[in-house]
């Protein structure tokens, strides 16, 4: 599957900006899908996961409360709502998705995803 991220940009910190992954793939509703992060000099690090369906979610301690990750399976496309933006979010935000058998499942090791989206960057000033 191929993965398109966009949204990414410059916001003020306290801001909100919202990510978007679009797939090409014949049945995205069987992909599991995944957030991770790169801020600068970094490395990557997992941010969100959410199940096939949408139904089971899992976040970071960093951005609980702050970020959501939503799906639309009729738009192949995965969201990232980003709100209460700080310096410290500043990355190069990618998706990632792992095929699964089960609506049960979300994955937040970097290693269980097997195709990855180009990566957007987003940048919050203080």
């Known amino acids: 599957v191929q993965l398109q991220a966009s949204g990414g940009g410059l916001v003020q910190a306290g801001g909100s900006l919202r990510l978007s992954c679009a797939a090409s793939?014949?049945?995205?509703?069987?992909?599991?899908m995944g957030w991770f992060r790169q801020p600068p000099g970094k490395e990557r690090e997992f941010i969100a996961a959410c199940s096939r369906n949408g139904a089971n979610t899992y976040y970071a301690d960093s951005v609980k409360g702050r970020f959501a990750i939503s799906r639309d399976n009729t738009k192949d496309t995965v969201y990232l709502q980003m709100n209460s933006l700080k310096p410290e979010d500043t990355a190069v935000y990618y998706c990632?998705?792992?095929?699964?058998?089960?609506?049960?499942?979300?994955?937040?090791?970097?290693?269980?995803?097997?195709?990855w989206g180009q990566g957007t960057l987003v940048t919050v000033s203080s």
């Open positions: 990632a998705s792992k095929i699964t058998s089960s609506d049960a499942y979300y994955f937040t090791f970097r290693g269980s995803y097997a195709s």
């Open positions: 793939a014949r049945t995205f509703s069987n992909y599991a």
